[in-house]
């Protein structure tokens, strides 16, 4: 799954508005993307385009793992 961050922008709108139209396949991102006004999928879109790009190492990825394996992150409350 690509990252968000840094992406352009018109990339990210015209993905999430292909879902709520119903016109890029998907699993859950059709019914996500309803859930949202065409200027909300904006200020998200340009939310999203200015958040560097964090590159996940195998140190971060495994106490990511290890954390919500332990339940610190991830659980309800």
Do not use: C, H, N
């Not at 139209?21 to 939310?47: H, L, N, Q, W």
Request: proline share 6%.
């Amino acid at each position: 799954m690509p990252s968000l961050a840094g992406m352009p922008a018109e990339q990210i709108i015209e993905s999430m508005m292909a879902f709520k139209k119903g016109t890029r396949p998907a699993i859950i991102m059709d019914r996500v993307s309803r859930g949202y006004t065409d200027d909300e999928i904006k200020t998200m879109a340009y939310f999203f385009t200015k958040q560097p790009l964090k590159q996940w190492d195998d140190t971060t990825l495994a106490e990511s793992v290890a954390a919500q394996a332990a339940g610190s992150i991830g659980a309800p409350k």
